[in-house]
């Protein structure tokens, strides 16, 4: 016998994904069911259930690597993916990955470097591009906030130091960790790297302002400056 397509409308209320989370919350729900209400309807015989499990599928069932993700890549790669679902994708993975960092802006300190990665890491961890982050920390290493310095290309970026110290004292900073990724996974630094700390350590001196580390984010790993000594043999240059 063979199988025959049934649309979520005309299952039972208690196992349509949006009637499911409705009487029982979100929490109970699979991520494709998740995925499911976001698509909201399927395609071509396939059911928005179907349909998630299938993309996610697709991607390993990992949502990191679908957050890699474009808008055109999903409608492009998926028949029947049209603006509307590819968009609420891609936002709904971009929202995700700005609120993460909220739960370690509840910890009131940075004292490691462990710490500054694992607050920083879902800023970048899913992008195919650089980025330069600053936490600004205040004397007792409270973290005040952080920012996106600036973003470049697949294997730079270009920082402005003025730029940074301006947003330092205009956040009343007293200590900065600075960040970026390295979207191969390669932790080393690079040439530039080692220039471009040089260069923050040492204007931090002038303005008393304390360049703790410099952290690089890779894959689900990080290179910690401090760590390893680098920081203070190129301060010593």
């Not at 699979?30 to 259930?49: P, Y």
């Not at 891609?90 to 509840?106: D, I, Y």
């Not at 409270?142 to 940074?164: E, Q, Y």
Request: a neutral charge.
């Amino acid at each position: 016998m063979n199988d025959v397509y049934l649309p979520i409308h005309s299952w039972a209320e208690d196992e349509r994904p949006r009637e499911k989370m409705l009487q029982k919350g979100a929490s109970v729900l699979s991520i494709n069911e998740l995925f499911a209400v976001l698509l909201r309807s399927g395609v071509n015989g396939e059911s928005a259930l179907e349909l998630a499990r299938r993309i996610l599928t697709d991607n390993g069932n990992d949502l990191n690597e679908l957050a890699r993700r474009g808008v055109r890549e999903l409608m492009n790669t998926y028949k029947g993916i049209g603006l509307a679902k590819a968009t609420a994708l891609v936002a709904a993975m971009e929202l995700g990955r700005r609120r993460r960092p909220e739960k370690a802006a509840f910890t009131p300190s940075v004292h490691y470097s462990r710490d500054a990665y694992l607050y920083i890491r879902s800023f970048m961890e899913d992008l195919e591009h650089e980025e330069f982050w600053v936490i600004y920390l205040s004397h007792a290493n409270h973290i005040k906030g952080c920012g996106c310095l600036s973003s470049g290309g697949m294997n730079s970026t270009v920082i402005d130091v003025r730029m940074l110290f301006r947003t330092a004292l205009e956040r009343k900073a007293t200590n900065i960790i600075v960040a970026h990724n390295h979207p191969g996974g390669n932790l080393k630094p690079s040439e530039y790297d080692k220039v471009i700390t040089r260069k923050i350590y040492q204007g931090g001196k002038l303005l008393d302002i304390n360049l703790y580390d410099h952290i690089i984010v890779g894959g689900s790993s990080y290179y910690s400056f401090a760590d390893e000594g680098s920081l203070t043999t190129l301060a010593d240059k």
